[in-house]
């Protein structure tokens, strides 16, 4: 089902308020995952933007790359070509030595916008508060 959350860490917190207790939560739940579609940068006119690398490092934290798009014929002058999906999720991990099984963070929105971001798949300004 569908629960509106900032990312898949705040799912427990929304279920807690639509009455779920956490106990219920942990135990019935074992997949939860937060997605944003974002722009993709035009492969065809991307440069490597140094400003824009110092700006998103304070937001991501350290990023070592960061690219921006001039726009070209490919694109349409837009410097985007598609969207690009971010994914935060929680997975259930159980315990070796009391069997628990509970779900836990294996990737966040941020860590997947910072990967994004360096690897010049999305324009820093568009990472910015994840």
């Keep these: 089902s569908t629960v509106h959350a900032n990312d898949a860490a705040g799912v427990a917190e929304r279920m807690q308020d639509l009455g779920i207790t956490r106990g219920t939560f942990q135990s019935t739940v074992r997949f939860v995952s937060a997605q944003r579609l974002v722009p993709r940068i035009c492969e065809a006119c991307r440069y490597e933007d140094l400003e824009a690398a110092m700006l998103v490092s304070g937001s991501l934290g350290f990023v070592q790359r960061a690219f921006e798009a001039r726009g070209c014929e490919a694109c349409r002058g837009a410097g985007v070509s598609g969207r690009q999906l971010l994914m935060g999720w929680l997975g259930r991990e159980t ?3 009391t069997g628990r099984s509970e779900l836990v963070p294996k990737d966040t929105l941020r860590a997947a916008a910072r990967r ?5 798949e999305i324009r820093g300004a568009d990472a910015i508060g994840y």
């Design 95 to 97: 315990d070796a030595e």
């Design 116 to 120: 994004a971001v360096e690897a010049g």
